[in-house]
């Protein structure tokens, strides 16, 4: 299934929240995963949330949307 980027942009913008706050010890936060299924995350399954964003980072590079910081680095000349 296609998805814009803007979509892709906003689920990556809420998963990234979700970490810090998993990351602070706030609530268990929710979100919707690539699916539209809604994933409650806390510090037990912060590795999925991880894995979540990684995914969504990818898709959003794969649209041609700007590239992963965790992405290897480049040399410029």
């Given amino acids: ?3 814009d980027l803007a979509t892709l942009q906003a689920r990556l913008d809420a998963a990234l929240e979700a970490q810090a706050n998993v990351a602070m010890g706030g609530q268990p ?3 919707q995963d690539q699916n539209g299924e809604r994933v409650e995350f806390t510090a037990g399954n912060a590795l999925a949330l991880a894995k979540l964003i990684l995914i969504l980072q990818q898709q959003i ?3 041609g949307g700007p590239a992963s910081p965790l992405g290897p680095m480049r040399t410029i000349l």
């Fill in 1 to 3: 299934m296609a998805q």
């Fill in 29 to 31: 936060r929710v979100v």
């Fill in 61 to 63: 590079s794969a649209l």
